[in-house]
């Protein structure tokens, strides 16, 4: 009993010692630094900077330095943010601006007697390159869209409106989107007329992005490279008159055949298709 | 002699890179895995046992880990009163494979250690933040959940720490 007793006491007296003494300090002092550098944390910096006037005046000036640095940083990352924040707000603006601006192009246009208009943000393209030249989803709104509600996209180039598509049968269990087919759809066939000439063909979607295929044009027709093409009044879907695209090529005509087929380059811009302006009839 | 070495490094080593991960991040949860090492090893091997893995663990934690006082010398103190105590009062004295025993001796021994180190914190280093009021949640769910996993840790020190048998040969 006695001898491990004193044994603990003298070793508990030296130990107190030791933590009264300037190396305990200094001990301290290379811990708290070395945690530092293994885990720069603020909280071990602060235990650096407590302990550094152990080591000396040098330390304590480092570890000042350091901690300034830290500040300066701190300070900047929060101009960065307040910086981000600015220009995120500026895009914000900008956007409603642009929105508001086609709408109320779209009221002042002749398609505002006829139909009620609604812009609305495409939130989903689909997976998959086929999805992405087919569809584009929008967020289900409040009054739903009608079936094969036709779709427009701002046509900057020509600062027109030209046709995107119409809305698509809902699948079952889609509870969250609504989608539109695309005019390059595969699924997509939309009735039309060429604009100079006036005849009368079908215009189908392929899967690609830069073409359609204008079908059953009549044998002598004066089609050519370049002519616009439009939405017919023949279209039970769609408005006459709206713009979809271009000729690109004409198919050489062979004996058998009783229709000329041409291809069409459409206007509808995927790359860029991030709103479409949605037509809804006017309710009677 | 060997294996009471690994395990104070094995237990040292276990804490800092518990704190070095954020652990203290969980509900400031910290287990004082050492502090219940040495109430196991004073109760299992004596008090000189208890006492010499004390000092030797509290070391090896100050060097390694900046304990909450800051102060150097102070985690050898406690552990070696700690390891001494439990050997003097337990040793031979209480059945060790009773799950109340280890319970109790962990409760005992986490609450006498948290005890001197705040005493000796005030000396020599300010108030023991451990103790201070946002704390004491955290440390009393510590101190519960130590206790409840007491009966396994000191069967993993009984296994580790018993004597083994000379090897005879093999017998066919």
Same mark, same amino acid.
């Given at each position: 009993m006695k001898k491990d007793f004193y044994l603990a006491l003298g070793l508990t007296v030296f130990l107190m010692i030791l933590a009264g003494s300037s190396l305990a300090g200094r001990l301290a002092a290379w811990r708290a630094v070395a945690w530092y550098l293994v885990n720069p944390a603020p909280t071990a910096m602060a235990q650096a900077q407590r302990h550094a006037y152990h080591l000396g005046e040098s330390w304590e000036k480092l570890f000042e330095a350091r901690r300034y640095l830290d500040t300066l940083e701190k300070i900047q990352a929060g101009r960065d943010l307040e910086n981000l924040r600015q220009?995120?707000?500026?895009?914000?603006?900008? /956007?409603? /601006?642009?929105?508001?601006?086609? #709408?109320?192009?779209?009221?002042?246009?002749?398609?505002?007697?006829?139909?009620?208009?609604?812009?609305?943000?495409?939130?989903y393209r689909g997976i998959g390159e086929s999805d992405w030249v087919s569809q584009a989803c929008v967020s289900k709104q409040p009054a739903a869209f009608k079936f094969y509600a036709p779709a427009l996209q701002f046509y900057r180039p020509r600062g027109e409106f030209i046709l995107a598509g119409r809305l698509r049968p809902e699948p079952a269990g889609q509870f969250f989107y609504q989608c539109f087919e695309l005019v390059t759809s595969p699924r997509h066939a939309a009735a039309v007329i060429l604009a100079t000439t006036g005849e009368a063909a079908l215009l189908a979607g392929l899967g690609r992005p830069d073409r359609l295929r204008l079908s059953y044009l009549p044998l002598d027709s004066k089609a050519a490279v370049g002519e616009r093409v439009m939405t017919s009044a023949a279209s039970s &879907?769609?408005?006459?008159?709206?713009?979809?695209?271009?000729?690109?090529?004409?198919?050489?005509?062979?004996? #058998?055949?009783?229709?000329?087929?041409a291809y069409v380059r459409p206007y509808l811009d995927l790359a860029r298709l991030e709103r479409l302006v949605v037509l809804k009839p006017e309710e009677f | 002699m060997l294996r009471l070495i690994g395990l104070a490094f094995a237990v040292v080593i276990l804490e800092v890179f518990y704190n070095l991960a954020g652990g203290r991040m969980v509900f400031y949860f910290s287990p004082l895995l +050492?502090?219940?090492? &040495?109430?196991?090893?004073?109760?299992?091997?004596?008090?000189? +046992?208890?006492?010499?893995?004390?000092?030797?663990?509290?070391?090896?934690?100050?060097?390694?880990?900046?304990?909450?006082?800051?102060?150097?010398?102070?985690?050898?103190?406690?552990?070696?009163?700690? @390891?001494?105590?439990?050997?003097?009062?337990?040793? @031979?004295?209480?059945?060790?494979?009773?799950?109340?025993?280890?319970?109790?001796?962990?409760?005992?021994?986490?609450?006498?250690?948290?005890?001197?180190?705040?005493?000796?914190? +005030?000396?020599?280093?300010?108030?023991?933040?451990?103790?201070?009021?946002?704390?004491?949640?955290?440390?009393?769910?510590?101190? +519960?959940?130590?206790?409840?996993?007491?009966?396994?840790?000191?069967?993993?020190?009984?296994?580790?720490?018993?004597? /083994?048998?000379?090897?005879?040969?093999?017998?066919?």
């Open positions: 220009s995120l707000a500026i895009e914000e603006d900008s /956007r409603r /601006r642009t929105i508001e601006a086609e #709408s109320q192009k779209t009221v002042a246009g002749s398609l505002a007697d006829k139909w009620q208009t609604q812009v609305v943000e495409i939130v &879907v769609y408005p006459p008159g709206l713009a979809v695209g271009e000729i690109v090529e004409i198919e050489p005509l062979r004996s #058998s055949q009783l229709f000329k087929t | +050492a502090l219940q090492s &040495v109430v196991f090893i004073g109760m299992l091997l004596g008090p000189m +046992a208890g006492l010499g893995w004390g000092l030797a663990a509290g070391l090896l934690e100050d060097l390694c880990l900046v304990t909450q006082s800051g102060a150097f010398g102070l985690t050898p103190i406690v552990y070696l009163w700690i @390891g001494w105590l439990s050997g003097r009062l337990m040793c @031979g004295r209480v059945d060790t494979a009773s799950w109340a025993v280890r319970m109790i001796a962990t409760g005992a021994g986490w609450l006498s250690g948290i005890g001197l180190g705040a005493l000796l914190s +005030a000396i020599y280093a300010g108030p023991l933040p451990v103790l201070s009021r946002p704390y004491l949640l955290s440390g009393a769910v510590t101190l +519960a959940v130590q206790m409840m996993l007491a009966p396994g840790v000191g069967a993993v020190l009984v296994k580790i720490l018993q004597p /083994r048998g000379k090897f005879d040969g093999y017998t066919f």
